[in-house]
């Protein structure tokens, strides 16, 4: 076993022993295999660096209570880079190599995958680049996929807590029917100028839709969730909602061209569906914050971050939230995280377990 401090590791970047490559040339992917060298040749030219050719993604896979590795959700991810990669004109991962490249990832590294009861995980980071050389604009024929794997501590080392978050109105993340819906390394690039600054202060930002600055659109890398109690529209948001009755609560996530498909998100709005919640999806004026009593950020990271207030300064307000993270999203956080340890029911069939 690894001589790793899992309850030190934080929520960042550990180096794995392995990781997994396969190119793409003249028109076949070649057989993934693991490397030590976390170097790539790659041409000057290369159109990842010229020309933002680059796809990513995230998952993670647990160790179980029973002792079982389970990966959750892994194809989704997959079917999300083909989506990717087809939006930046870049040749798709076939699923089954996919799958493939995050099992050898998962082989190769078990010393670093957490036991269970540290709250930790092994995060695969997919990756796919534009290799071709090439200086006229265009995309690549050539491509490079890799699976970078890295354990990664618990996002709550205390307490499931709440972030303040901020709107900012001067930096769009992604204009409508442009790359918002694909998860590419440019959408990231590109926030980090209103991302930074938020950091710095110790919030996360809140993106509207790039046309009007009127709806909510996401965060830079998570969904946006909303609670509100449905029969009561404009209750007040005092008024928690409580968990007597869930089918008196709306589970709202903003309809919009520009955000990613959290596949978090997805899994949330399947359970609240099973908690006998409403589930939306509909546009969402950033003043309807007002009439919620609970809303967060939610994806892979974190599973749900939840808000204690949202910052709108230009237009000197604040809609607070509540400062502890409210009944309905601590049950669904709960209720997904144990899902993917394996101490509930996995009635979806989101986990692939895998015995080792
Ligand atoms: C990755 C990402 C998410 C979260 O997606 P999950 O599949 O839940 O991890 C949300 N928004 C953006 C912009 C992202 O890049």
Not at 48 to 75: N, S
Not at 229 to 254: F, G, H, M, V
Request: hydrophobic share 35%.
């Amino acid at each position: 076993m690894k001589e790793i401090d899992w309850s030190k590791l934080g929520f960042h970047y550990t180096e794995p022993d392995f990781i997994v490559r396969s190119a793409y040339h003249d028109g076949a992917w070649e057989e993934p295999y693991a490397t030590k060298d976390k170097y790539l040749h790659l041409h000057v030219s290369a159109t990842c660096l010229q020309y933002g050719q680059e796809a990513f993604e995230g998952l993670k896979a647990f160790r179980g209570v029973d002792g079982k590795i389970r990966i959750f959700r892994w194809r989704e991810n997959a079917k999300r880079m083909a989506r990717s990669a087809e939006g930046l004109y870049m040749q798709p991962v076939p699923e089954e190599l996919f799958g493939k490249a995050i099992r050898l990832a998962l082989e190769k590294n078990m010393d670093f995958l957490p036991p269970y009861g540290t709250d930790a995980t092994l995060y695969f980071r997919p990756l796919l680049i534009g290799t071709t050389p090439r200086l006229g604009v265009g995309p690549g024929r050539d491509f490079e996929f890799i699976v970078i794997p890295s354990p990664i501590g618990p996002y709550y080392p205390g307490k499931f807590h709440c972030t303040t978050f901020v709107v900012n109105r001067h930096v769009d993340r992604a204009a409508p029917y442009g790359t918002g819906t694909f998860k590419v390394g440019g959408n990231y690039a590109s926030s980090f100028r209103a991302t930074e600054p938020a950091h710095a202060q110790g919030m996360d930002c809140l993106f509207l839709d790039a046309k009007y600055h009127r709806y909510i659109d996401e965060c830079s890398a998570a969904n946006f969730i909303g609670i509100k109690k449905s029969t009561n529209r404009y209750a007040d948001r005092a008024q928690t909602a409580t968990l007597t009755d869930l089918s008196t609560i709306e589970y709202l996530t903003p309809r919009s061209s520009a955000i990613l498909p959290s596949i978090t998100n997805d899994s949330l709005m399947t359970l609240a569906k099973d908690m006998g919640m409403k589930v939306t999806r509909r546009h969402i004026r950033l003043e309807e914050l007002e009439e919620m009593s609970e809303a967060a950020a939610c994806g892979t990271a974190c599973v749900i971050s939840p808000m204690s207030k949202v910052i709108d300064p230009e237009n000197n307000k604040i809609y607070h939230l509540g400062d502890e993270p409210g009944p309905v999203l601590t049950k669904l956080y709960h209720a997904l995280r144990d899902i993917q340890f394996g101490r509930a029911e996995d009635k979806h069939g989101w986990c692939d377990v895998i015995d080792d």
